[in-house]
């Protein structure tokens, strides 16, 4: 073979192996590029005002017969009745339960239940449930009044409920994704590239806490002790980089 036939045949040789190799260098860098994401926390907290109100007691007796607590309870029932109506409240917005009644028996001074009855306990429960939620917070400091006339009241902390959480719930898991994405590309603009499609979302749990709280659980929170409430929501996401 002449001189000039090897030269001719290395050369393109040579081309044919440096225009494979890149490629295969572009190939690696675009399944490279195609495997980059970033993950990124986003979320989103709204305010929202209770529309539902829980006001629960029990009227509590303690006598040594168990017909003398039934003669007591009635007209205790009746002020509880009367007290809430004039302060606004509807009679169907209360529901009545059942009276119950337990034994209390005498101990030894061992520490030792004797089997003597000394006396019974009978419990009247109701719970008042309505719309007006400032009505509510001001009956639950208002109604121990009642205790000076006699009425033997054990009353229970007020419950405020929003019930229009589904709608809410959809809107900002949305805002928290939309926060997810906001803070991926400002991570990724630094870097000078560009931020891809999303890979996946995972919804955290809603938090539903008192204005202002730091309080939060694995399972999430669902506060009912404040008429106003924050709700919060929290995205976990990832985002392939071009």
């Given at each position: ?27 690696w ?94 419990s ?45 719930k ?53 506060d ?5 409430k ?13």
């Amino acid at each position: 073979m002449h001189l000039n036939a090897k030269i001719t045949s290395f050369t393109i040789l040579t081309i044919g192996i440096l225009f494979c190799t890149v490629i295969v260098t572009n190939s690696w860098k675009g399944i490279n590029n195609s495997h980059q994401t970033i993950a990124a926390v986003g979320s989103a907290k709204t305010l929202i005002h209770s529309n539902l109100a829980i006001l629960k007691g029990s009227i509590v007796l303690t006598v040594s017969n168990p017909k003398d607590a039934y003669v007591q309870l009635t007209p205790q029932l009746e002020m509880v009745l009367s007290f809430l109506e004039k302060k606004g409240v509807k009679r169907k917005e209360i529901e009545l339960f059942p009276a119950t009644q337990f034994s209390n028996y005498e101990f030894s001074q061992e520490g030792y239940q004797t089997g003597k009855i000394v006396s019974y306990t009978v419990s009247q429960g109701f719970k008042l449930t309505t719309q007006n939620v400032n009505l509510v917070k001001d009956l639950s400091l208002q109604i121990t009044e009642l205790l000076s006339e006699g009425v033997l009241l054990q009353m229970e902390r007020p419950e405020y409920i929003y019930t229009k959480l589904a709608d809410i719930k959809i809107n900002i898991q949305s805002l928290a994704a939309t926060d997810a994405q906001l803070r991926a590309e400002t991570m990724v603009k630094a870097t000078g590239q560009q931020l891809g499609a999303m890979r996946s979302a995972k919804m955290g749990v809603i938090q539903i806490t008192p204005p202002n709280s730091t309080t939060v659980t694995d399972y999430g929170m669902n506060d009912v002790s404040s008429i106003e409430k924050e709700i919060t929501a929290v995205v976990h996401a990832s985002f392939e980089i071009d």
